[in-house]
C-alpha cells in the first residue's frame, strides 16, 4: 500500500523559506512521477512542480525560480524547497504520485496523494 506523508510546513514571513517533505512507503520515489500540488479553500488543486523517473522536473510558471523539487532515493524521499515565499503561497501543499513515469499536471493525473501540510505566509 503506498502512503505520503508530508511534512515541513509551517508559518513563515515573507521573504523567507520552507522545505516541505515527502516520505514514501509502498513505492520507491525515482521509479515514478512525483508531484506537488496546492489548493486553496474553494479553488481547483493547483499543480506546482513535478519529478520523473529519470530526474526531469517540471514547474508551473507562478513558482519558476522560486521552487525546487528534489529526492533523496536513499531516504525515498521527495522535496519542495519554497524560496522568497509570498502571502499568496499561503495554502495546503500536497504530495501526489502517479502510476505513470511521463509527468502530468492535472490533478486527476495522480492515484496517491498525502495529507498534505499547510504552509502560512504573513506579510
Known amino acids: 500500500q503506498v502512503q505520503l506523508v508530508e511534512s515541513g510546513g509551517g508559518l513563515v514571513q515573507a521573504g523567507g523559506s520552507l522545505r516541505l517533505s515527502c516520505a514514501a512507503s509502498?513505492?520507491?520515489?525515482?521509479?515514478?512521477?512525483m508531484g506537488w500540488f496546492r489548493q486553496a479553500p474553494g479553488k481547483e488543486r493547483e499543480f506546482v512542480a513535478a519529478m520523473t523517473w529519470d530526474g526531469k522536473t517540471y514547474y508551473a510558471d507562478s513558482v519558476k525560480g522560486r521552487f525546487t523539487i528534489s529526492r533523496d532515493n536513499s531516504k525515498n524521499t521527495m522535496y519542495l524547497q519554497i524560496n522568497s515565499l509570498k502571502p499568496e503561497d499561503t495554502t495546503v501543499y500536497y504530495c501526489?504520485?502517479?502510476?505513470?513515469?511521463?509527468?502530468?499536471?492535472?490533478?486527476?493525473?495522480?492515484?496517491?496523494w498525502g495529507q498534505g501540510t499547510q504552509v502560512t505566509v504573513s506579510s
Open positions: 501526489a504520485s502517479r502510476n505513470r513515469r511521463f509527468y502530468g499536471t492535472r490533478w486527476d493525473d495522480y492515484d496517491y
Open positions: 509502498g513505492r520507491t520515489v525515482s521509479s515514478y512521477t
